[in-house]
């Protein structure tokens, strides 16, 4: 059907413009998030029908506060934005309500480039007392929701997104050929992203909690702690990989088989299993859940391995394993190589003390695409101190003179050995037939986009200058021998 093709382009199209905003925000380089506020009037005039949307910075006032897009008939106001977090969205409010913007309009919609959080405190919204009517689950977008909105839009308003998108892909019309106004310059090559082909168990498994296992509140966080209180009360230790959602567990484990960890958590004559794209493709908080259930499945997967999620800074970070000051992990490029993914530093002065841990470290993010799902890799460092690897006081000043040091190159080493790394691991898991084994996840190839436009090495990989290997920092001596 034409309508189910085009609303293929558009969801991959959109999937592929919050990459492409993501890898520019890593990299520091925000103007691709001005340039995207004409992009978001476009879809949302064609899937909101938002007639009247005009961008503020344009016709008003450049850096307009607190909004950037605003349809004054239907009185809705739109932030577009790259960064997804609470304090971005109660910053708007406050910005709006500052500056008497919430007098113009009725409704606030955030528009997040990249990817919206899981979820949000509608209670942290109510109390901010503002006029406007902010809903987190209707009014924080992104890519995701406009594939969902867009699956339900009739065809003119379709083809119109698609037109919108495609337009702003190409620098030209979607109907014309896009190679007469900007021929190649030369012949393309291979480009690697920072993602992995994933592969997800095929079923999944949903079962109600019994009375005393629920949550009575609406925080998804809450629940899921609930749960983990109550099995803590009856001694049953649960492995990660679970999710919680309206007073529901779901899992990859098969809870219609006996010896099952939530056995005593969850009634028996309510366990559904499910095709686990039956279930991701409901709607966007189905999708939601799993992906919060693909990350509690990689934490699961990864602690067996020593590696541990640190909730707060958001990543996961290796941790000694037979020697308490060094870890070094085996890994195979183009030779078989090792690296040090661990190191503790000891205090110069009293050696019975750690001065300083420095951690290997990466996100995770999952997105599905027409080919499957995919999981985003960004290396990333952690700095500890204590038996309980806390973070450092000195973590940001390291952190930010390691950075600096850090070529590009340099990074996409660290993203080629934690890919392959990630890949070995299933095969020592072959192996596992512990009592809480389950189907996980599994880690496939590197993404290679093909035919490229040629990148010049000398524009990307700079070597650095002599001043910047002499740098006289004092953090330098924590990686003197690193």
Not at 99 to 112: E, F, K, P, Q, S
Not at 207 to 233: H, P, Y
Not at 238 to 253: A, C, K, N, Q
Not at 300 to 319: C, D, M, P, T
Request: with cysteine; aromatic share 10%; charged share 25%.
């Amino acid at each position: 059907m034409k309508q189910l093709e085009l609303a293929n382009r558009l969801r991959e199209g959109l999937a592929r413009h919050a990459s492409e905003v993501e890898a520019s925000a890593a990299a520091k380089h925000f103007d691709v998030s001005v340039i995207s506020e004409n992009l978001v009037l476009g879809l949302l005039k064609a899937l909101l029908d938002l007639k009247n949307l005009r961008n503020l910075n344009a016709a008003e006032k450049v850096n307009f506060a607190g909004l950037d897009l605003i349809d004054d008939i239907a009185r809705v106001g739109v932030q577009v934005t790259a960064t997804p977090t609470l304090e971005k969205i109660k910053e708007t409010i406050a910005t709006c309500k500052r500056h008497g913007i919430d007098a113009r309009i009725d409704r606030l919609i955030i528009y997040v480039l990249t990817r919206r959080q899981d979820s949000y405190s509608q209670r942290a919204i109510d109390n901010l007392k503002s006029s406007v009517s902010f809903s987190v689950k209707r009014d924080v977008l992104d890519f995701r929701s406009l594939s969902s909105i867009a699956g339900t839009a009739d065809p003119i308003q379709l083809s119109a997104a698609v037109e919108v998108l495609e337009s702003y892909t190409k620098g030209v019309p979607s109907s014309l050929d896009v190679t007469k106004f900007d021929p190649p310059s030369g012949p393309g090559e291979d480009v690697s992203v920072n993602l992995l082909e994933l592969y997800v168990p095929s079923r999944i498994y949903v079962a109600d909690l019994i009375d005393q296992a629920k949550f009575t509140g609406g925080r998804r966080k809450g629940q899921r702690q609930a749960v983990r209180r109550f099995a803590n009360e009856l001694g049953v230790r649960l492995p990660s990989d679970y999710m919680v959602s309206e007073g529901r567990l779901i899992t990859f484990h098969a809870l219609d088989q006996a010896n099952h960890p939530f056995v005593k958590l969850v009634d028996p004559g309510t366990v559904t299993p499910l095709e686990s794209q039956e279930f991701w493709t409901i709607d966007i908080d189905h999708e939601m859940v799993f992906k919060g259930l693909l990350r509690f499945s990689v934490q699961q997967k990864l602690y067996k391995h020593s590696v541990r999620w640190f909730n707060e800074e958001g990543i996961f970070a290796f941790l000694p394993k037979d020697n308490p000051d060094l870890r070094q992990e085996s890994w195979t490029g183009k030779v078989r190589a090792t690296r040090s993914v661990f190191v503790r530093k000891l205090n110069r002065k009293d050696e019975t003390k750690t001065f300083i841990c420095k951690h290997l470290a990466f996100a995770v993010d999952f997105m599905i695409t027409a080919s499957g799902w995919h999981v985003a890799l960004a290396p990333d460092w952690y700095f500890s101190y204590g038996e309980d690897f806390r973070k450092s006081l000195y973590a940001d000043k390291s952190l930010a003179w390691l950075k600096r040091k850090e070529t590009n190159r340099i990074v996409f080493d660290h993203f080629r050995f934690l890919s392959e790394w990630l890949k070995e691991l299933d095969q020592s898991d072959l192996f596992d037939s512990g009592p809480q084994s389950a189907p996980t996840v599994t880690f496939g190839d590197v993404v290679v986009l093909p035919g490229h436009p040629r990148l010049e090495d000398d524009a990307w990989l700079p070597v650095r200058s002599p001043a910047t290997d002499a740098d006289a920092d004092d953090v330098a001596s924590l990686f003197e021998d690193l």
